[in-house]
């Protein structure tokens, strides 16, 4: 593994310890889910996607759609650390009238795409927003990072074959396919399996990748960014739900339990002295 790839680990295990903070501060939930997409969301960033703060409101700006909103400490975290807006903002997370909702609001900070957390609506936003690179002539790309949940939501399957039907090649969706949902096992609340057959079944080109493996993320992100391809790109990134801390992993309880300080330092522990 080169230099590069080792620095993405260590950036990922100090962005966990961040949104742990976060979680213990604010008193949300959702760190499970927030922590099974750190490493996706860092490869997107730091290997995909061209933004930064210059280009936030560039209309020639690639487009990331979270639309796992609950899932938003991850990404306000990744995008304080790309430099979009100062690191102390996510002191204020969660808190009353503050920037950084527990959910994203429009406009809330520089970089935060749409406002999300009705499950199963950001594809079809990220559809949106590819077509209008279409009608406007810009080369940008889009992706969508869905949770596997939402995948239980039609809505997520009728703008999935939408999508095929205008041969959307730039736009990308990610499936944190971490296993769980809130109230049990994904499988046994819809029987998604085999998830990457069913992207393949409605006219997606598919793969199938391990979401904490940066060379698997860095490998699919270059077809992502390959042109020809004529259709749209979906990646089911096996996961773990609260990746990182060897007490929260592949927990459901931590979908909506809150670390206390004591949690707090026995995971920066784990996470850092690696």
Not at 30 to 42: A, E, F, I, T
Not at 59 to 88: C, M, N, Q
Not at 162 to 180: C, G, H, I, P
Request: with cysteine; proline share 4%; charged share 25%.
């Amino acid at each position: 593994m080169n230099s590069s790839r080792v620095n993405l680990e260590k950036l990922s295990a100090e962005i966990r310890c961040q949104v742990i903070g976060m979680s213990h501060r604010a008193k949300t939930p959702h760190l499970g889910s927030s922590l099974s997409c750190v490493d996706l969301l860092v490869g997107l960033y730091w290997e995909f996607l061209r933004i930064g703060p210059a280009q936030a409101n560039s209309p020639d700006r690639d487009r990331l759609i979270l639309s796992k909103g609950h899932a938003a400490p991850a990404l306000y975290a990744v995008l304080s650390r790309k430099g979009f807006f100062p690191e102390t903002l996510l002191m204020d997370y969660g808190k009353d009238r503050a920037a950084l909702a527990e959910q994203p609001s429009p406009g809330c900070a520089p970089g935060v795409e749409w406002a999300t957390g009705s499950l199963g609506h950001g594809l079809s936003a990220g559809i949106g927003m590819t077509l209008a690179a279409r009608i406007q002539k810009r080369n940008y790309r889009t992706v969508v990072l869905l949770s596997d949940g939402e995948c239980n939501e039609g809505s997520v399957w009728e703008a999935a074959m939408f999508a095929a039907a205008q041969k959307l090649e730039s736009l990308t969706v990610f499936v944190d396919y971490n296993k769980w949902q809130a109230t049990g096992r994904s499988e046994e609340v819809m029987a998604l399996a085999p998830l990457r057959d069913k992207w393949d079944s409605f006219g997606w080109e598919a793969r199938e990748i391990n979401g904490h493996s940066f060379p698997e993320i860095c490998d699919v992100l270059k077809l992502a960014a390959a042109t020809g391809r004529q259709k749209p790109l979906a990646i089911v990134a096996h996961t773990i739900k609260g990746r990182g801390v060897s007490f929260m992993e592949d927990d459901n309880n931590w979908h909506y339990r809150i670390p206390n300080e004591d949690e707090v330092k026995k995971a920066e522990k784990e996470l850092l002295d690696v």
